[in-house]
């Protein structure tokens, strides 16, 4: 209580929905259903199972209401503060300055109750900074314009920016693509080999097994139609000055807000089955984004599940403003490289412009990588026993965890030097120009003279001007 | 350009890390082997008495004469090179790699020492960016000497700090 006692939690600050301790109760319920079953199933009687049941269930819901009454969140400052806990009082800040992304997010059973998840993304923490669990669908859309003005540097009572749909996923063809994919199409394979192989086998016991050793081939369809159909159904993406925004989502739905100059990176891939419709996919990667699992990484960083190409370079053009990585001339890895990948090695390549680095690659699998100069974290030369054998040497663009990886594979050692210092360069002199982190501030700004030519003049314009005046 | 240039140093020469490095890391490889190589020893020769004990004792002296072997060359292959705008680390001798880091990108620096290391008078620093790819550690560094690249680092990362 020593926090409440230095610092105590403002008046104005807010609870949560108060639907919340019901909805994050599941947990409890369901601890509460498995001990009270064993036991119940080892004496044998019932009515305990119900008495512990309901014991678990009121004391979870206690638990709750108080979390719930104790949590409060607000804005302090520049910051959005969220204090919780009853013993231990954790209070704990949000720079809004440096916020990488807004998510809503509704669980099914938050659609049904009328309530949402505000996720933020913060660089820096490993997960996501502080999921407000729930609010009332409202209050969560109002809370994400004012996040989202504070962040850009404009006043926070600004109403949430228009926006325009960029691109909208066509139901058949999200069916399609789904029914293309490399698990989909291997599952049906598998479950129809089994099949033809139950038509001979009239014995029990192997049908049996034949049967019970289709259940991986369910569970791959399953997958299948899961990440791709359910996750992305009615997927939307659409511009704004706030970024772009994406909803999509069947049974869950998710409502993404990603700031201008959050990209980090983009990918487009290709899987072979896509070839003959020229359908690809965009992934992307946003600072905070990664989460731990890759199925949470999977979720949050596709930008397009499945457009025609033409599609796709428009909405590249569009998350990397003044520059169009589809026409970035390519040079070819160097003949050696065969060795290395004698398959893919024709189609290995790589080329920078002024603003972007593009890599590309597989063979059955395309893929090509775009990074912005100005994202690039650091540039690492890495040469293999056999890579020195053969002269050549591999050059890795690092940028922040996520699906996006660019590794400008097996080149010539003197090219390879000469890659890293120059993208190195290249990300230095990118990072000056780079989108300030408070994204609108520049219009605010753009009265005062910048101070260019300045020494240390790298950090945001913002940044450097306040430097200047102390 | 021939391969060694590949991982040239970018003035003169790199600096290098300290020679207590080697040391420290043959103290350490002594006891990991003889520890393995007891344990090892003590279990075989229980099951299979003497003809148990001495492939152990051979293959503990191989693996001590290759580590003592390889433990210069990698130290050697160890090198750091500041830069007004980057700092260049290159370590390795299987896998060789120069990592170059602008200070601008730098989220924090770790200056870590373990008991052994102190009574060497040793440091590791690291340096941290957004991406955990980044691989810009340098071990073997005189405490002094960590000190003030640490200092220097955190100066030049607030000085060049650029969003991400």
Known sequence: ?470 | MDQDQLFAPPGEAWQQVSHKLVDLRRLVLLITVTLVAAVAGVVLGLIFGLAGVLPVVGAALIALVWGLWLIPRNWRAWGYAERLDDLLVTHGVMYRRLTVVPYGRMQFVDVASGPLERRYGLATVQLHTASPATDAKIPGLPAAEAARLRDRLSALGEAQAAGL
Do not use: C
Request: hydrophobic content about 45%; overall charge neutral.
């Open chain 1, 1 to 470: 209580m020593k926090v409440d006692r230095v610092d105590p939690t403002p008046e104005h600050f807010r609870r949560l929905h108060p639907l919340t301790p019901l909805l994050r109760g599941w947990g409890f319920l369901a601890l509460a259903i498995g001990i009270g079953g064993q036991d119940a199933l080892r004496s044998g009687e019932m009515g305990r199972f119900g008495l512990t049941a309901l014991a678990f269930a009121v004391v979870g819901m206690i638990a709750g209401l108080l979390s719930w009454w104790f949590t409060r969140y607000g804005f302090d400052g520049d910051a959005l503060r969220i204090d919780s806990g009853m013993l231990n009082r954790r209070s704990r800040r949000v720079r809004l300055d440096r916020l990488q992304a807004v998510d809503i997010n509704r669980p099914l059973a938050g659609r049904l109750l009328g309530v949402s998840e505000l996720r933020l993304e913060v660089a820096g923490g490993g997960k996501a900074e502080a999921p407000l669990q729930y609010l009332a669908v409202d209050d969560a859309v109002r809370l994400r314009a004012e996040l989202l003005a504070r962040a850009a540097g404009i006043d926070a009572d600004t109403p949430e920016a228009p926006e325009r749909v960029v691109h909208e996923v066509p139901l058949d063809r999200l069916v399609w693509s789904t029914v293309l994919s490399g698990a989909f199409v291997a599952g049906v394979v598998f479950i129809v080999g089994l099949g033809v192989a139950l038509l001979f086998f009239r014995d029990s016991e192997v049908t049996v097994g034949l049967l019970s050793s289709m259940l991986p081939g369910i569970i791959a369809i399953g997958a299948a139609l899961w990440g791709q159909l359910g996750r992305n159904f009615a997927f939307v993406l659409a511009e704004s000055p706030d970024g772009y925004r994406i909803r999509k989502g069947l049974l869950d739905t998710q409502h993404q807000t990603v700031p201008p100059g959050r990209v980090q990176g983009v990918a487009m891939r290709q899987p072979l089955l896509w070839r003959g419709k020229s359908w690809v996919r965009l992934d992307v990667d946003v600072a905070g984004y990664s989460g731990e699992s890759s199925d949470d990484s999977q979720r949050t960083s596709t930008l397009l599940p499945v457009a025609t190409y033409e599609e796709a370079a428009e909405v590249l053009r569009h998350v990397l403003p003044g520059s169009d990585p589809l026409s970035v001339p390519l040079t070819h890895a160097p003949r050696p490289a065969r060795w290395l990948r004698p398959f893919g090695w024709k189609r290995l390549a790589y080329g920078v412009d002024d603003h972007v680095v593009v890599v590309r690659e597989g063979v059955l699998y395309r893929n090509l990588t775009t990074v912005p100069h100005a994202k690039t974290q650091s540039v690492r030369i890495v040469q293999g026993p056999l890579q020195r054998r053969l002269g050549l040497a591999s050059v890795h663009v690092d940028t922040t965890p996520g699906p996006v990886d660019a590794v400008i594979a097996h080149r010539l050692p003197a090219e390879a030097r000469a890659i890293a210092e120059e993208q190195a360069e290249r990300a230095r002199l990118a990072r000056k120009t780079d989108v300030p982190e408070q994204w609108m501030a520049r219009y605010r700004q753009q009265s005062v003279p910048r101070p260019d030519g300045h020494a240390d003049g790298d950090g945001p314009p913002a940044a450097s001007s306040e430097r200047d005046q102390e």
